[in-house]
């Protein structure tokens, strides 16, 4: 298990999957808890923390990243971090301010830039900046605050330095993962709906992808596609690298 990027090995070890409480999260648990990884999940909430055991967990923080020293305390002795945060239902989508899209994402990148991370994979959003296109604009006009706080976060981590990963899928759904991936990239791109079960497939293999280093990469499943995909990528995901069979159905 090799993974892109210039940290302290070339051989992970430990990963984080900050948000592992929420929807996406989960499902990123469901792919790494097979593998050999060592992972730790977060959430606020220490009634949490049985359930993310329960699910997969080898190490529970419970952690809030508006305090840039608990995004330390998570990050540390992680070689790759997956970042799956999301503001519960709120009117700061519409309005912004203090997000964690924004605050919190921000604290977990500069936490990961101290502490020798080889590879940083933030789930964003089809909508966010040069994707907006694939949005609806009632969408986009209910969403705006995220949607500029996701916009933020993203520009600080390619400004960062450290090796990444950005996927912005479309509308997610609970649905089983497909396997039917569609990929753009340049923000135009695709547009549409996917299961979060594929979008933690996608994320879960980026670090193992070379050819995913330092790329914004719009994902809808091909099923749930909105409008004519253009600027598709051709990339070989290292899906074997932790053990997805798209093939099989999830555990
Ligand atoms: N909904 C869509 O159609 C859609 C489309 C594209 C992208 N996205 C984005 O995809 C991401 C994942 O969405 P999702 O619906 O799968 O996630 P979700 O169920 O909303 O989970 C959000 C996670 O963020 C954590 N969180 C929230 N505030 C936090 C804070 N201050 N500190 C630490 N953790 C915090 C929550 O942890 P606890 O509550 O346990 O503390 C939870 O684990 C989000 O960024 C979302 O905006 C959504």
Known sequence: MTAIGSGRSDSPNRVLIAGASGATGTELLSVLRPTDLTVRATTRSYATVDTLERHGADEVVVADFFEPHDAVAAVKDCDIVYCAVGTPPSYRHVTGGKLVDRTGVMNLVTAAL??????????????????????????????????????????????????????????????????????GEGGHSVSGSIPRADVA??????????????????????????????????????????????EQPRA
């Open 114 to 183: 101290a502490s020798d991370v080889s590879h940083f994979v933030f789930e964003s959003a089809i909508g966010v900046g040069s994707s907006k296109c694939g949005l609806s604009l009632p969408a986009r006009l209910l969403i705006r605050g995220s949607l500029k706080a996701k916009q933020d976060a993203e520009s600080a981590l390619r400004r960062s330095g450290l090796s990444y990963t950005i996927v912005r899928p479309g509308t997610l759904t609970d649905a089983p993962p497909r396997g039917d991936l569609v990929v």
């Open 201 to 246: 497939r996608l994320m879960a293999a980026a670090p193992f992808t070379p050819a995913a280093r330092n790329r914004t990469l719009e994902a809808v499943s091909r099923d749930g596609l909105s409008e004519t995909p253009r600027n598709l990528v051709d990339i070989d995901w290292a899906f074997d690298q932790v053990d997805v069979d798209l």
